[in-house]
T-cell receptor, first 112, second 114 residues
Framework: SQQGEEDPQALSIQEGENATMNCSYK?????LQWYRQNSGRGLVHLIL?????REKHSGRLRVTLDTSKKSSSLLITASRAADTASYFC????????????FGAGTILRVKS | DAGVTQSPTHLIKTRGQHVTLRCSPI?????VSWYQQVLGQGPQFIFQ???????GRGNFPDRFSARQFPNYSSELNVNALLLGDSALYLC?????????????FGSGTQLSVL
């Protein structure tokens, strides 16, 4: 089962533009995390936002969390070709036995 | 420091065979989780082990089993392989159990079942 659903499924932008990806989830959560995956290999953790936080920044990344709408967004500013990857949101919560449950991902392509 | 290491990187098996995948966590990490990722989908949780005890199991058949050793390394075993078991198998480690921890992933084992 997958807790989160990312939107859009795929996104293609020009280098230098901003990329926004959205994630919706179904049950109450402890935290929400974003991961990046290059070329179908291992995932890399980007950022973790706790359920009592509303916004977090890390370099060119900005994550927001709206628990009332059960949604989160990931903004990548000034995108680079190296940002081309799949991006996944993942949540932990009591409903899923506190394990990390991933969504289906957004494929981001940044054209140079 | 070494990251999470998985072996082998690629594996080809035939239906009905069994397979063992191995994972070494980051030094000091006591929790290991296993995920299956089918092409085009997000990772699906299989198992989590912490301090050598199973702490979580996903919706996978009993053909899937795992264990964690005293040095915190882990093995994932799959018996009676089916074509549908073809996937990227990912191992991830964390200091403690997952609730408010980030996971560190290995590069995965690509399993092809023919």
């Amino acid at each position: 089962s997958q807790q989160g659903e990312e939107d859009p499924q795929a996104l293609s932008i020009q280098e230098g533009e901003n990329a926004t990806m959205n994630c919706s989830y179904k049950t109450s959560i402890n935290n929400l995390q974003w991961y990046r995956q290059n070329s179908g290999r291992g995932l890399v953790h980007l950022i973790l936002i706790r359920s009592n936080e509303r916004e977090k920044h890390s370099g060119r990344l900005r994550v927001t969390l709206d628990t009332s709408k059960k949604s989160s967004s990931l903004l990548i500013t000034a995108s680079r070709a190296a940002d081309t990857a799949s991006y996944f949101c993942a949540t932990t919560g009591r409903e899923y036995g506190n394990k990390l449950v991933f969504g289906a991902g957004t494929i981001l392509r940044v054209k140079s | 420091d070494a990251g999470v290491t998985q072996s082998p990187t690629h594996l080809i098996k035939t239906r009905g065979q069994h397979v063992t995948l191995r994972c070494s966590p980051i030094s000091g990490h006591k929790s290991v989780s296993w995920y299956q990722q089918v092409l085009g989908q997000g990772p699906q949780f299989i198992f989590q082990y912490y301090e050598k005890e199973e702490r979580g199991r996903g919706n996978f058949p009993d053909r899937f089993s795992a264990r964690q050793f005293p040095n915190y390394s882990s093995e994932l075993n799959v018996n009676a392989l089916l074509l549908g078991d073809s996937a990227l198998y990912l191992c991830a480690s964390s200091l403690r159990t997952v609730v408010n921890e980030k996971l560190f992933f290995g590069s995965g084992t690509q399993l092809s079942v023919l």
